[in-house]
């Protein structure tokens, strides 16, 4: 995840409850649905206004009311909001009671802290995050994963029974990472009849992983694939879905997207090889940091690999991990 644009908050890839999604089994597009017009005349020539059209009158957040929020995300998703940030999320939340029909911010604020189904907070952090990806970012990860981490992980478990290798992308965005990590390991000649690839992606936003679990994509996309890996693993788009790829079925029957929160328990019973969180500490505390870091290293196998984002550092955090090298740590 990139820095946050200007005007934008930056979407951390997090989780809430987990509950895993369907991978749409066929390649379609669907078409946008027209947008519906505000106005509109009568049969008798007269002009109607559209229920939508009405309650625009100004809804103002207060310097307090905006505290109420910042420290419902921050406690329930960990995401801090600067104080400049006030105008973004008033124009950000102004759609979602509107078309909620709430009068006011702090009806809005009751309605979110007293959802226990989770849903109402996702569609807030929906509405005020960013995702930015892109395929095999931080390439280097990559070329470190197989050249050194995957060896190593395979020798220190070859006595082991359990002959799959577990890998976690948390934040996981749109899938670009996970996928990326499921093609540059299934190109390497890795994983056949003797190990098995699991991938685990998770992230908080409802929006990107329905997005993820389809694996289409626009053309503009995919410039940073691998031509030899574009070939391989993708399948063009015909007529509706000219224009667009899918990332073919034998890469995505590896990678299982749920929605997770990184504030809550993880729900993982088997310890993890890899973990990749990249780009996502940055939006924390020092503290949360460090409770996220050591709650990862609880999950990890021994002799397991943590990636972090070449923006993000340990430095200051306590933790038992052994530096490898820049943005590389391992339990």
Known sequence: MAAAAQGHIQRVSSPLMMMQTRTSPTFSMSGGAAGRCQEERSRHGKRTINPSTRNREKILLSSHEFQLFRDLIKQRAGIALSEDKIELLKARLTKILRRKGLRNFREYHKVVSMDASGAELSDLLDAITTNLTSF????????????????????????????????????????????????????????????????????????????????????????????????????????????????????????????????????????????????????????????????????????????????????????????????????
């Open 136 to 331: 095999f970012r931080e390439s280097k990860h990559l070329d470190f994963l197989t050249r050194k981490a995957m060896p190593d992980i395979m020798i220190r478990r070859r006595r082991d029974t359990d002959r799959t290798i577990r890998i976690w992308s948390a934040g996981c965005s749109s899938g670009e990472e996970p996928y990326s990590i499921a093609m540059t390991l299934l190109d390497t000649g890795f994983f056949s009849s003797v190990w098995r690839l699991s991938i685990s992606a998770t992230d908080l936003c409802t929006d990107v992983l329905a997005k993820a679990e389809k694996g289409i994509y626009e053309h503009d996309r995919i410039s940073t694939v691998p031509p030899p890996l574009l070939k391989k693993f993708f399948k063009k788009g015909i007529n509706r879905a000219s224009g667009f790829v899918r990332v073919k079925r034998e890469i995505r029957q590896h990678v299982c997207f749920s929605r997770l929160n990184l504030m809550e328990a993880f729900p993982w019973r088997e310890p993890i090889d890899v973990i990749f969180c990249r780009n996502v500490m940055i939006y924390f505390d020092k503290s949360t940091q460090e409770r996220l870091i050591n709650q990862f290293y609880r999950h990890l196998r021994d002799g397991g690999y943590l990636f972090i984002g070449h923006s993000e550092s340990l430095t200051g955090i306590r933790h038992n991990y052994r530096y490898v090298c820049p943005t590389v740590y391992q339990k």
